[in-house]
């Protein structure tokens, strides 16, 4: 240990720490006939869509079933558009397979889509396919774009301005960096927004003993579930101006919006709209991914950071760091290209591709307004409105008692509060402490799923939804203490 990477040590990431190890015991134990006051783990600690019950989007998954077996293009039950994408991709692939290398950039053609989806969702800006950098996930590409822009030593040391909450990667990625982590906190009270002032009190404090030169921004928000107004990202867009502040842009929940007035506004549109007073000169990388939205495709690995005004000699430098890696996944590659270029109306597959598109996302906005409600009718729980995105960061009451007993055993009370919920009700919880928040509160993250289950058929001895009761027991249990 004395010799091994310290930074590494220095690495936490709640989503996927000791209380989901600990349910990974439990239901083992359930799997081995151990008697629980349950008898399955609900598992609402990351958004992992597909193993929720989301179901994929057929388009896709026919495209790429014919992209692995391509003997399928000779099946009559795969329409003609399928398999005429599923030529077209192949035709882009080395030796016409998926299991061979791309080039480290990614796919030139699946760049091209991706460029020509850029520009169609931001209304004609143009975007340049040598600017598309393919990744494994919105994951690898945020990390990626973190190495390149973290140097320095002491007082030099590169400053990465992060939202609290946040989502953990990137308090892991500039504890694995050994970066400064810069802290703003979004205004609860304001249904998480972001306020200038409160970045402009955080970058000043930073600067007494770092160089901050990056901003990163999730919108819609991991884990808070806010949509940033068009103003405030114009607001964000002159900060970053006048500090000479490097945007990063996390959009990977773009098509998740919810609430009546809110509207997805990509950074770069809103930059370019704004003139070139600040398009010719701010530095930006955003990034999307196949994980979220509608397809919550995790285990495909695929995604793309778009970079604005990056230095050419800089942009040599993340080519080079890219190409370390060899490529992304050629299988994620794939399926980003359909994701960005999906079925036209004239097309075969246009009428079901609407039809479960659509149905997941109506459902995603049913849950996160019925998981608002019922959380804000439980004594102890407050929840702000669901914008956007798939997740709620609702704000818990640990009386004394709780926090007595949480002391006792050495843990911090809503890690406390999280085990306990987690032992005796079998939901599996990450404490608002693994995403950041301000001292003195407590919150756990919640994910609005699109499990069938989860439907008004599928009831409990009381006649209630299982998942919906289990929330309001796990509330009660709060007040127990």
């Known amino acids: ?31 081995q006939g151990v008697k629980k006051p349950f008898t399955e783990v609900i598992r609402a600690n990351i958004g992992d869509c597909h193993a929720m019950g989301q179901k994929p989007i057929t388009f896709f998954r026919q495209v790429l079933a014919v992209c692995l077996y391509p003997d399928l293009l000779d099946d009559d039950r795969f329409p003609e558009d399928v398999k005429g994408r599923a030529r077209r991709i192949l035709q882009a692939c080395g030796g016409g397979s998926l ?69 953990p990667l990137y308090s892991a990625a500039l504890a694995e960096l050994a970066a400064v982590q810069v802290n703003y906190y979004l205004d609860e009270e304001a249904c998480w927004s972001l306020c200038i002032r409160e970045l402009r009190r955080a970058l ?22 806010q949509v940033q107004s ?6 964000v867009i002159r900060f970053a101006a006048e500090e000479n502040l490097f945007l990063m842009a996390d959009e990977v929940y773009q098509d998740n919006v919810y609430a009546d007035g809110c509207e997805f506004h990509s950074f770069k549109k809103v930059l370019f709209e704004m003139g070139p007073e600040f398009s010719d000169r701010v530095e930006l990388a955003s990034f999307h991914s196949t994980s979220k939205c509608y397809m919550g495709e995790c285990g495909f690995r695929g995604g793309y950071i778009e970079v604005v005004n990056l230095d050419p000699e800089v942009k040599v430098q993340l080519t080079k760091l890219v190409s370390v890696r060899l490529c992304p996944p050629v299988t994620g590659q794939a399926l980003l290209d359909l994701v960005v270029n999906p079925p036209e109306p004239h097309e075969p597959s246009y009428n079901i591709f609407i039809k479960e598109r659509s149905y997941t996302l109506a459902e995603l906005a049913k849950k996160a307004s019925m998981t608002q409600q019922i959380l804000n009718q439980v004594p102890g729980i407050k929840c702000n409105p669901v914008q956007g995105a798939m997740y709620t960061f609702p704000r ?52 609005q799923d699109d499990d069938p289950s989860s439907d008004s058929e599928t009831e409990n001895s009381f006649g209630e939804d299982k998942r919906v009761s289990s929330e309001i027991h796990a509330a009660v249990f709060i007040n127990s203490h």
Do not use: W
């Open 99 to 167: 299991g061979s290398y791309s080039i480290s950039q990614g796919i030139e053609l699946v760049r091209q889509d991706v460029a020509q989806y850029i520009e169609k969702r931001d209304g004609g800006i143009k975007c340049n396919p040598d600017n598309i950098y393919l990744t494994s996930g919105a994951s690898d590409g945020i990390v990626t774009m973190l190495k390149l822009l973290v140097s320095g030593e002491g007082a030099s040391r590169t400053g990465v301005m992060i939202s609290i909450p946040q989502y």
């Open 396 to 447: 818990i009451h640990i009386p004394p008692k709780a926090v007595s007993a949480a002391q006792e055993s050495g843990q911090a009370p809503d890690m406390f509060y999280c085990m306990r919920l987690l032992e005796e009700m079998g939901i599996c919880l990450i404490p608002g402490s693994g995403f950041g928040q301000k001292d003195g509160t407590a919150h756990f993250p919640t994910i």
């Open 1 to 31: 240990m004395d010799t091994m990477n310290q930074n590494v040590k220095r690495v936490e990431y709640a989503v996927r720490g000791p209380i989901v190890q600990r349910a990974v015991q439990i239901e083992k134990e359930l799997q």
């Open 230 to 235: 068009r103003q405030c990202i114009e607001d």
């Open 204 to 225: 000043e404090e930073a600067r007494k003993h770092c160089t901050p030169r990056v901003l990163c921004i999730i919108n819609p928000g991991n884990p808070t579930g």
